[in-house]
């Protein structure tokens, strides 16, 4: 018989070990939050290596590969028609694609009679396009739809008013009857159903890309209109290259087309008056019709084939487009009413009708973690590469095409494929915000504007350096210079934690040489380096520049002629006109002096030409380092250079002006076996300062194929890296149930939630702190607006005064936006404000939000009740006893 | 004297014919793509423009703007020597060709050669082996089984065998190759997962030469399996067809009624006598398969001249495009050409009529 001591510790040793097994689970429990979390990493980048395989345009084979995880992720767009073909866990991220729209040829063709020719027709034509049916029915719903090219981006919120004012919307009728008044009043004739011009069939004929599934069925769709219109419609079908060269490089009064539908990338961006300059206005050569100044795409006088009133409107275009691109206005306000202006001209030309812009999904396996969608980019950019992953030590992903152009800083890297993949093997400076686009700092190097006026005020220390182009000299400025903005630019932070792929520091030497690169290929004819093509992308930057200053061994004060109203767009603006090179690759100018130099020996004794258009012209190859041909005569050019231990001549000039020792014999040497040791490992001179070192790069297989490989140099600590940089940017929506009536003494309530989808995911989420904005307009005047922040789980309410507007139905347009995440789609809806003395209706209550509830932990639960049991039954047994 | 003059005739015949095939294809080319190269130049320029602008807010006048516009323009046209006189061009073009310098690919499209050279001599030169140990092979493989076949059935004309043969012949040779490609890759490459879907090696490809050799054959095996599928009936016919019609001749009753071994009536004589038919027939599928197949060599991305041909034309690169339409043209005319110098070596009538 145990003794009470015994019967006790018999009772209690259960409970004890029950309670320890219980803490054990709880200690391995995963939180109960409805997000998993992860590790922060502490070093980038997070794959140790990646394979890109290149599908060669075969987008079919590239998907059936991702469908099939052959791949994680395919680096292009998935078209509409194969979404259904994708596995619904998969994820999708949606990225601003392609503005689609109309273009109308407004000139009196030379073959026939063209209706377009007539404000009026192309400008009824906004009523028959069908925006909503081309977004709901062609882009399946990924898009929105828009009237004027301004669609998601934060410019588009200025141009509500403008659109409403304006009141387009489908209607057919009253396309019909205005076509109907202006070309009877031409002299056509309108005959059971059908329009004749003296006694022919008015024919119009409409170009289709029969190479893109979305143009060629809304084609289909917008001759079908046409015909209805009466007009018997002639068919133009072609490619690309067709269309470049019949509907952009022909004279439009002879050449076959007067309806073509286009699709423009490249739409995204925070300030972007350069879309409305170049759409609207003839002088940026993007117009098929003549101002009083500028030609039809640069090169054909249609003054004597338009009509006058057209070339007097697209003067004034012209105009106003160049008051925009030279910043000619002193402040934000001025610069949003001249884009109004000109967004208006557009419009009521109508030679191009927007339709909107299309959202396509780029996807990924479910198992992939880290891609960051930009909206300026799309998902394969620098910032994904610091932390894409898919849990494996090797990740496999799949492009269109490794690269349609060469890798060289001063002409190259031009096309989007050769960037995707290059972005891997240098940091950028700048990074635009993945949600909106506006420039920020990315951990690289930090800036401080000291000045940005309209005015040119701010005064040029005369020890500042400056090029002068008649005798390719650098000098010092000189006595009573003044400029419009200064920026001082620290690289601290590149410095101290990045290095070039083979090793070499990054020092003032490189960042220096490369100035004095870019002056010679673009400013100075008479450089043995000079090339044409650079001269049309980099010279008016350069010449922006009023001169610069090495202030110490890691910054440069930079002093620029240009302006513009926000401090840190100059300052952007200012660090790329003295460092114009790399394209259109950010960060693509960063390689090691010692590369420069041999790419400049090599172009100088015409072995390869910066450009394609001068490698053409002499017969040489585009300058690549990663051509095998180009990599072996860099090599021989950097063996040589280090034999003789050359110090390049722009780096000594540099240093006599700067009074810095930037290089001595011995570092050079160093530098050039460092980059000769690079180049005969890995076979390739693209040596940067990514994360990534290109250790593979294979075009002589099928697949084609490149292998990147962790930079160990790339020391750059995440907690550099500013968190917004690497977030991905939240798709907001409004939820609500709009009012149908109001009175004019209550302000009109809206209430209803912001629900948030994060890229890579389909689960929507309350959004706390976005910005809602609604806007009321009577008969397209706009009477009142007002914003205001969404609270907890998302939920807003809003209220719109509503005095003078009884008996009134009023539109009101609203929107939703955060500081991360700008793409505006605005929901319309109408009320009537009645007079006070009518009952309303009450309004509804909002549609239900979505709360985030932690899951229960079942796990716990059934534990605890165990515990309980054994605890009671330990209990009673010692207690019987 | 009769074989030489014979063969003299016919090689200056073939070259008169080569140089006359590219200079119509020069000339009627030429307006095309001049007209292209022109027209896009003003694209590009307007969307250098753009980018320029999105890049710096750098002050221009309608000046500069046009100048730069202009200068993008003429240099474009420099490039490609387009602002050269027609017949100077002309004439550079037949002296290359007569040099077999085929000039440099379009800069701007992404065709390069193995080595990352634009000149269309490398290009071709880094794709045609492909073609070759895909196509030639897939042709050896073809004629033997043919002729094994083709054989077979007339040795035993009347039989369910050779009754077999024109229905096989019609049936796989109305099928298109890519069609059979397609169904080849749903099946044993997406369906079991027993082959590759296409490419020529696998990544990263092995290091070891023969598991590197291995991952080739591995990666040809469904394309050859479709050339096969398609080429073999048609070719078996081919061969049923003249054997059959040499085995009606008379010399055949003869050596039958000396009861000659029937293996020897057809393996010595029939064959002798059908031999200049067949080697024509060999000569020209050898000689076609080094152009390729454009379908499928596109269906399984196999790099070779069919697939260069493919993205030549989607590229607009008209020199490459030239290149590759010569280089074909030389050895299809090269391939008849030898195939009539061996008729004329095996068939003497054919010489003695030419003289």
Not at chain 1, 470 to 488: D, L, M, P, R
Not at chain 1, 704 to 730: D, G, K, R, T
Not at chain 1, 833 to 844: C, F
Not at chain 2, 198 to 215: R, T
């Amino acid at each position: 018989m145990l003794s009470r001591k015994s019967r006790f510790l018999v009772a209690v040793l259960p409970i004890l070990i029950v309670l320890s097994l219980l803490g054990a689970l709880l200690a391995v429990t995963a939180p109960t939050s409805a997000q998993t979390s992860t590790n922060s990493p502490t070093k980038y980048p997070v794959t140790p290596e990646i394979y890109v395989i290149s599908y060669s345009g075969n987008d079919q084979a590239g998907i059936q590969a991702l469908v099939h995880q052959d791949i994680a992720f395919y680096a292009y767009q998935v078209p509409l028609s194969q979404i259904s073909s994708i596995p619904s866990n998969f994820q999708f991220y949606y990225t601003p694609a392609l503005l689609y729209d109309v273009l109308f040829n407004p000139t009196n063709v030379s073959y026939g009679f063209n209706p377009f020719m007539f404000q009026q027709v192309r400008y009824a034509m906004n009523f028959i396009v069908n925006r909503t049916y081309f977004v709901d029915s062609i882009l399946g719903g990924h898009g929105i739809p828009s009237v004027t090219m301004y669609t998601g981006e934060p410019d588009t919120q200025y141009m509500l008013p403008l659109v409403e004012s304006m009141n387009i919307h489908y209607n057919f009728t009253y396309a019909n009857m205005t076509i109907y008044k202006t070309l009877t009043a031409a002299g056509a004739q309108y005959v059971n159903g059908k329009w004749y011009y003296k006694g022919k069939p008015i024919t119009v004929y409409v170009f289709v890309r029969t190479d893109t599934n979305v143009r060629q069925t809304y084609a289909k769709y917008l001759i079908a209109q046409l015909e209805k219109l009466g007009f018997q419609v002639q068919e133009v079908p072609g490619n690309l290259y067709k269309q470049i060269s019949l509907v952009y490089g022909s004279n439009p009064v002879n050449a076959t087309w007067e309806v073509a539908i286009e699709a423009w990338g490249g739409v995204y961006a925070y300030y972007d008056e350069g879309l409305a300059t170049s759409f609207v206005a003839p002088v940026f050569g993007n117009v098929p019709a003549s101002s009083n100044v500028s030609l039809a795409y640069g090169s054909f006088n249609t003054t004597n084939d338009q009509l006058p009133s057209l070339t007097k409107q697209l003067s004034i275009a012209d105009q106003i487009a160049l008051r925009l691109a030279n910043t000619n206005y002193t402040n934000f306000a001025q610069r949003t009413e001249l884009l109004q202006q000109l967004v208006e001209i557009g419009l009521n030309t109508s030679i191009r009708v927007y339709l909107g812009m299309g959202l396509l999904p780029y996807v990924a396996i479910p198992n992939m973690t880290g891609l960051v969608n930009n909206y300026i980019q799309g998902p394969l950019n620098s910032m994904s590469y610091l932390t894409m992953s898919d849990g494996q030590p090797v990740l496999k992903i799949g492009v269109r095409h490794l690269s349609q152009g060469a890798w060289n800083p001063v002409a190259g890297f031009v096309d989007s494929y050769t960037d995707e993949l290059a972005a891997a093997t240098v940091y950028p400076w700048v990074w635009s915000y993945n949600g909106n686009g506006y420039p920020s700092p990315d951990g690289a190097i930090t800036w401080k504007v000291v000045a940005d006026s309209p005015v040119a005020n701010v005064s040029v220390p005369p020890d500042a350096i400056t090029f002068n182009p008649s005798n390719g000299e650098f000098q010092y400025v000189g006595q009573g210079n003044f400029a419009k903005s200064a920026v001082i630019v620290n690289f601290a932070p590149m410095m101290q934690y990045l290095k070039f792929a083979d090793g070499q520091n990054i020092t003032m030497a490189d960042l220096l040489y490369q100035i004095y690169i870019a002056y010679m290929v673009a400013v100075y004819p008479n450089s043995s380096i000079f090339d044409p093509y650079a001269q049309s992308l980099y010279s008016t930057a350069l010449s922006q520049v009023v001169g610069f200053k090495v202030l110490n061994s890691t910054a440069i004060e930079i002093w620029t002629s240009a302006w513009y109203p926000d401090p840190n767009e100059i300052a952007v603006s200012d660090i790329g006109d003295l460092f114009p090179l790399g394209y259109a690759l950010p960060g693509g100018n960063m390689f090691p002096w010692t590369i420069y130099k041999a790419m400049a020996v090599i172009v100088s004794e015409k072995k390869a030409a910066w450009s394609s258009s001068q490698a053409q012209s002499l017969g040489v190859d585009w300058l690549s380092v990663v051509n095998p041909n180009d990599v072996n005569m860099i090599l021989s050019v950097l063996q040589q250079l280090q034999a003789n231990k050359t110090i390049p001549e722009g780096i000594i000039e540099m240093e006599k002006l700067t009074n810095m020792t930037l290089l001595t014999p011995d570092e050079a040497v160093q530098d050039y076996q460092m980059a000769i040791n690079f180049i005969k490992t890995y076979g390739n001179a693209m040596i940067g300062d990514g994360p990534y070192i290109l250790t593979k790069y294979s075009t002589s297989t099928s697949p084609q194929y490149a292998v990147l490989s962790a930079n160990p140099y790339f020391n750059l600590p995440p907690s550099a890296i500013p968190s917004q940089v690497l977030q991905n940017p939240m798709t907001v929506t409004l939820s609500f149930t709009p009012p149908v009536s109001a009175t004019n003494t209550t302000p009109l309530m809206i209430t209803g939630t912001v629900l948030g989808t994060s890229a890579g995911s389909s689960e929507a989420v309350g959004v706390q702190g976005a910005n809602v904005t609604a806007l009321v307009f009577v008969n397209g005047k706009l009477m009142a607006q007002n914003s205001t922040l969404s609270g907890p789980n998302g939920t807003f309410t809003l209220y719109l005064p509503t005095a003078n507007l009884q008996n009134q139905v009023a539109k009101v347009v609203m929107y939703v936006k955060t500081t991360s995440s700008v793409l505006i789609n605005p929901q319309t809806f109408s009320v009537y404000i009645a007079p006070s003395t009518v009952t309303t209706t009450s309004t509804t209550t909002p549609t239900s939000t979505t709360s985030v509830s932690a899951p229960f932990n079942s796990t716990l639960v059934i534990a605890l009740v165990v515990v309980v049991i054994i605890v009671i039954a330990a209990v009673a047994v010692a207690l019987r006893r | 004297m009769g074989y030489l003059s014979f063969a003299i005739k016919k090689v200056i015949s073939y070259i008169l014919a080569l140089f006359g095939t590219m200079a119509i294809l020069f000339v009627g080319t030429y307006p095309i793509y001049t007209t292209v190269i022109v027209n896009s130049a003003n694209f590009v320029a307007a969307e250098t423009l753009r980018t320029l602008q999105q890049r710096s807010h750098t002050p221009l006048t309608p000046e500069q703007i046009q100048q730069i516009h202009d200068q993008i323009v003429n240099q474009i046209i420099a490039s490609y020597g387009l602002n050269k006189p027609f017949a100077v061009q002309f004439f550079y073009f037949l002296k290359n060709l007569l040099t077999f310098n085929l000039g440099y690919g379009y800069t701007n499209a992404p065709i390069t050669s193995n080595t990352g050279s634009y000149a269309v001599a490398d290009i071709i030169a880094s794709y045609l082996p492909n073609t070759i140990l895909l196509f030639t092979t897939g042709t050896i493989i073809v004629i033997i089984l043919g002729l094994v076949i083709g054989l077979l059935a007339a040795r035993y004309a009347g039989s369910v065998w050779d009754r077999l043969v024109p229905v096989v012949a019609v049936v796989h040779s109305s099928f298109p190759t890519w069609w059979i490609g397609f169904l080849l890759i749903a099946a044993l490459a997406y369906g079991v997962h027993l082959f590759p879907p296409g490419g020529i090696v696998s990544v990263p490809p092995p290091k070891n030469p023969v598991l590197y050799a291995l991952d080739v054959l591995y990666h040809m095996a469904l394309p050859l399996i479709s050339i096969i599928i398609v080429g073999v009936g048609g070719f078996a016919y081919v061969v049923r067809s003249l054997v059959l019609s040499t085995l009606s001749e008379d010399f055949v009753i003869a050596l039958r009624a000396r009861a000659i071994p029937e293996r020897i009536v057809l393996f010595k004589h029939v064959m002798r006598a059908s031999s200049p038919s067949i080697v024509t027939q060999v000569l020209l599928a050898l000689t076609t398969s080094i152009t390729g197949s454009l379908t499928t060599e596109v269906v399984f991305q196999w790099p070779g001249m069919g697939l260069l041909t493919w993205e030549a034309i989607i590229q607009n690169d008209v020199p490459v495009m030239l290149g590759v339409l010569y280089v074909t043209t030389l050895v299809l005319l090269a391939g008849l050409l030898l195939g009539e110098l061996i008729y004329g070596v095996l068939d003497p009538r054919i010489r003695v009529g030419e003289d």
